[in-house]
Nanobody, 120 residues
Framework: QVALAESGGGLVQPGGSLRLSCAAS????????MHWYRQAPGKERELVAT????????NYADSVKGRFSISRDNVKNMVYLQMNSLKPEDTAVYYC?????????????WGQGTQVTCSS
């Protein structure tokens, strides 16, 4: 079955950087767009970044444009989120997501999340 596993979270000071990783298994990784979401305490989960199956196109939430960068390795079945110039408002649990629709239904998978805390 499909499994997503995030890693790389931690505590960082404002202005610092972190790189999140997500390892995917149990799926044909190279054919699916991949997403990073985040959820801060008391807030709804929000889409942070998306990368297309081949990696040729990316999209970002306005709040992270110019600071975050999503990338993928279709050989290693990995997706990454490079986060620079971190702010306290970036503090959240970050989740890797994949979803697709096929003739057999709609499929939506999430990792367990990794905590990112930006604080001095």
């Amino acid at each position: 079955q499909v499994a997503l596993a995030e890693s790389g979270g931690g505590l960082v000071q404002p202005g610092g950087s972190l790189r999140l990783s997500c390892a995917a298994s149990g799926m044909i990784f190279r054919v699916n767009a991949m997403h990073w979401y985040r959820q801060a305490p008391g807030k709804e989960r929000e889409l942070v970044a998306t990368i297309t199956s081949g990696g040729g196109s990316t999209n970002y939430a306005d709040s992270v444009k110019g600071r975050f960068s999503i990338s993928r390795d279709n050989v290693k079945n990995m997706v990454y989120l490079q986060m620079n110039s971190l702010k306290p408002e970036d503090t959240a649990v970050y989740y890797c997501n994949v979803n697709w629709r096929s003739a057999t239904g709609y499929y939506d998978y999430w990792g367990q999340g990794t905590q990112v805390t930006c604080s001095s």
